[in-house]
């Protein structure tokens, strides 16, 4: 058996392959540890959790979630400190008890049950409500009291109720909000025709007589709102916590309600279904810390195809020119390494230029020359999604550029010696022959624009993201696709949640949940441009790329 030797294992590379193999294998780990991090602690704020009750020694009582279990030391100078275990409950009742979360020493704890008749109140405004039904009442009329009676008379109220707030929003969110877009059109124009230099007697009065028709028809919308309004007043629930204290509240205030001890396995299956759909479905409240987050999945979608259709064309012909056309001296060198620094400003330079050039400078002068009539409410000139489709555009556009440059190195000479020789001129050749086979890198290049664009925030702050949208920046009103809109964004929703909002420890799981649709969108969005790209090389199997 030979002799070990040093220098012949570091010449024969082995110890960099396993070095380099040891490196992956580690990054693997990390992204694979965080991936289910978020999984756990995402996906379990969808499972109904059971409610356990705890008598004290001191002959309290508490009832909540278990959400943590952890070791106190009790004296951090010993050698052998002994410990002392403490359990985090999520109490709920905020409107009474002002926390969301008590921690209870298990010393402390004389019994744990989990009594099968307690309720979970969900509530449109503070929070889930722990306990039991005392009454539900009409008016001054009483139409249940105990918890078993209550709750056969609770569930088809609350479908009745909440069949009442379903036409409550279609009433503010369509026929409202169209009479509002139809009087702001119509007082744009009495505006524009103030700026006209003509007197238009006859239109002024055509107006005029429009907007009083959509007054009288706003009229009536309002007072079928408010005999809706006061239909879900009509109901009223008195519910006790564990220490009896009583609270009362409309049912309209409630959306849901169940016994979270009494579910077999599969209602909290079905329920764990249904939970989910509406965080994808449902737009948020509470500050955001509740309901779905369905506008800011909207809107990041939707950012990102808008700047798709914007950074790809520009990337592509910047590339094809410097490829193909420029001459290779000094300034070509120059030029890329200028797009390669582009590559690592930091975003929020980005978002500055985009503020400073964008916003105030093009829109502000759109909104002079086109949208005059509304200043000084500013139209193009303040944050939108346009605005900030275009700001990540010009982040991106480096990555596009470079990634399409080698698309097209790697597209065979005799592939565009062949087309020349065919009679086709360089255009065509590009057009019929070079770019097609250059599509996988045009691809890759939009793929990793994606993903960096996808969860940016910091530019986004400047350009036109906010807290919580009045509106899509799509709806059926012309144009249909409303550019100057601000919008959500799934980025800014988990800084919002995790670090802005009133109640962070409460807004905890909602920063997963958001964290995980993040990263299934940047996963379905890549997806669907690998899978391109996939198609693409295989039709044209020339390109190394």
């Known amino acids: 058996m030979g002799k070990f030797s040093l220098k012949k294992f570091l010449d024969s590379g082995s110890l960099f392959i396993w070095l380099c193999g040891g490196a992956l294998g580690l990054s693997l780990l990390m992204i694979g540890g965080l991936l289910v991090l978020i999984m756990i602690n995402g996906m379990g704020y969808f499972w109904p959790k059971d409610l356990m009750q705890l008598h004290l020694q001191d002959g309290s009582t508490v009832l909540g979630e278990w959400v943590a279990t952890e070791t106190i030391p009790d004296s951090e100078s010993s050698a052998k400190p002994q410990g ?16 969301d979360f008590r921690w209870v020493d298990r010393a402390d704890i004389v019994k744990e049950q989990y009594p099968s008749d307690v309720v ?64 702001e059109q119509a007082r744009l124009r009495l505006r524009s025709l103030e700026l006209s230099s003509q007197s238009r007697i006859s239109e ?49 205030t409630l959306i849901n309600a ?9 209602e909290k299956l079905l329920m764990y279904v249904q939970n989910f759909w509406e965080v994808l479905s449902e737009e948020p409240r509470e500050a ?16 990102v195809v808008i700047m798709s259709i914007a950074v790809v064309p520009f990337g592509v012909l910047a590339a094809l020119y410097l490829k193909e056309y420029a001459t290779q001296g000094v300034m070509t060198r120059m030029i890329r390494i200028a797009v390669n620094n582009l590559a690592g400003v930091p975003s929020i330079v980005f978002g500055v230029f985009g503020l400073g050039f964008f916003i105030y400078a093009v829109g502000g002068t759109l909104d002079q020359l086109f949208f005059a009539e509304a200043l000084p409410n500013p139209t193009f000139g303040t944050g939108g999604i346009f605005w900030a489709s275009l700001t990540l555009a010009l982040m991106t556009v480096p990555v596009v550029i470079v990634a399409t440059e080698e698309g097209l190195s790697a597209v065979p000479r005799e592939y565009r010696e062949g087309s020349l020789a065919l009679g086709a001129t360089k255009l065509e050749s590009l057009w019929r022959v070079v770019l097609p086979c250059a599509m996988p890198g045009i691809l890759t290049g939009l793929i990793l624009a994606v993903s960096r664009a996808t969860g940016e925030v910091a530019p986004l702050m400047l350009t036109g993201v906010v807290k919580l949208a009045p509106s899509l920046p799509v709806d059926g009103f012309f144009p249909f696709l409303h550019l100057d809109r601000k919008f959500m964004h799934l980025g800014f929703h988990i800084f919002d949640v995790g670090f802005q909002s009133p109640n962070v420890e409460a807004a905890k799981p909602m920063v997963y949940v958001t964290t995980f649709i993040l990263v299934l969108v940047v996963l379905m969005l890549n997806m669907a441009a690998i899978a391109l790209r996939t198609r693409m090389r295989k039709r044209y199997a020339g390109s190394s790329v």
Do not use: C, H
């Open 288 to 303: 955001n810390t509740e309901g779905g987050i369905f506008p800011a999945i909207f809107g990041t979608v939707m950012m």
């Open 120 to 183: 979970v109140f969900e509530r449109r405004e503070w929070g889930r409500f722990f306990g039991w039904i005392k009454q539900i009442q009409e008016g001054e009329r009483s139409l249940a009291s105990g918890n078993a009676e209550g709750m056969t008379v609770l569930f088809p109220l609350l479908e009745r109720t909440n069949g009442i707030q379903e036409r409550i929003d279609a009433i503010e969110k369509e026929e409202i909000a169209e009479l509002n877009y139809r009087l």
């Open 204 to 252: 002024r009065g055509e107006i005029e007589a429009q907007v009083q028709e959509l007054e009288s028809r706003y009229a009536v919308q309002n007072a079928a709102l408010i005999a809706l309004y006061d239909e879900m007043k009509r109901f009223r629930i008195t519910v006790v916590d564990v220490a009896g204290e009583a609270q009362t509240f409309q049912v309209g």
């Open 84 to 99: 002392r275990e403490r359990i985090q409950l999520k109490v709920g009742n905020r409107d009474l008890y002002g926390l």
């Open 258 to 266: 169940w016994l979270p001890n009494s579910l077999g396995v599969g």
